[in-house]
């Protein structure tokens, strides 16, 4: 077992029962002190840890990270010492918060300047995004799409079971949650008979997706095999990868998506890493047929996240309109790594690889409008009573993602935005 994943932990910081940032998981953010520059934080409790002061306070010595890594606006720099030196620190950071060790415990005038309230600082975004890729990887997803656009009885396209399905997208509009979404504008053609049109998207959706940020990878050329992948996985972020669908429906062939997804992608703001994950791991849906090779994985490569939607009418309450979970996923990050790299193709750190809108089988898992009132066919109802077949100005959506295990949960915060009218 990884050190700092031990249950029985507890900090000397006070963290609430129902806090998704326990000692077990020290997820790491950028974030801006108010008066102060951005610089690498640590969410503990209802907290952040300072680590650009931690390091110039001499806590972070015998590392192998420099002032520049934590006195910085992303966590690029951070991430290129790999694996092994983010285990270190985060093992480092556990050490220093545990209940049972006074050496920063004790030392008050430090701990005033190390720890902020989470409330009282701006969470940034974490990562400078490189490259971005977005999976198509839940079956349940891929099958109610394919059942609703192509042919009920053949809902999967003959590649799918094969190979994980991806496009490379786009990474600019890449923006951390809080950020607002503008309806886009776009053409599109509502009529079949008709030619096409200009104007406001009528059918804006959100996509539940989770997304994982790479370590620097092998030179152009080389391969990353499946049972090597985890050691090229920094963490997690929960992903709503907003989506037009009418503007989709026009543009997407034959080359695929393009302006109904790339007008906004909100992530949240904390990377849980794939260290504080391994306790939940899990198995998913055996693969059947048997994939190829290099494809094939040793271990339970899942990971059993709860991952819910909400939807927030302007000025109104909260109403969770989905249920769904990360260990649905048929194809893994394993999986989906190996394949992006079979070719030779390279990666970077900060390379945002997501999963794809994440259903289960039941239709309270769906994870999009689009399937949710099956193409507007059956409207969801909120709790004050009024009905979305798609998303409406002034609307906010919220996604909330965690883990739970022997006591521990784990979580990442949530995604947040609301959506703003279109600029015509
Ligand atoms: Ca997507």
Known sequence: MIEANNPNLRSWIDVPADSDFPIQNLPFGIFKPSGGSPRVGVAIGEHVLDLKTLHVLGYLENLPFSQADFDNSTLNDLMRHGKKGSRELRNRISKLLRSDVPYLRDKEHHVQQVLHKQSEVELLMPVKVGDYTDFYSSRDHATNIGKMLRDPNNALMPNWLHLPVAYHGRASSIVVSGTPTIRPCGQTRPNDDEPPVFGPSKLLDFELEMAFITFEGKPLGERISTSEADDYIFGMVIFNDWSARDIQKWEYVPLGPFLAKNFNSVISP????????????????????????????????????????????????????????????????????????????????????????????????????????WRGQTPVVLNDGSERKFLHDGDTVVMRGWSEKDGVRVGFGEVRSKIEPARV
């Open 270 to 373: 904390w990377v849980v890493t794939l260290d504080a994950l391994e306790p939940f791991r899990c198995t998913n849906e055996k693969q059947s047929p048997e994939v190829l090779p290099y494809l094939q994985f040793s271990g339970d490569k899942g990971l059993d996240i709860n991952l819910e939607v909400l939807i927030q009418p302007n000025g109104g309450n909260e109403s969770r309109v989905c249920l769904s979970n990360y260990k649905f996923m048929y194809w893994n990050m394993n999986q989906q790594l190996a394949h992006h790299t079979v070719n030779g193709c390279n990666i970077h750190a900060g390379d945002m690889m997501a999963s794809g809108t994440i259903s289960g089988p039941t239709k309270d898992s769906f994870g999009s409008m689009m399937e949710l009132s």
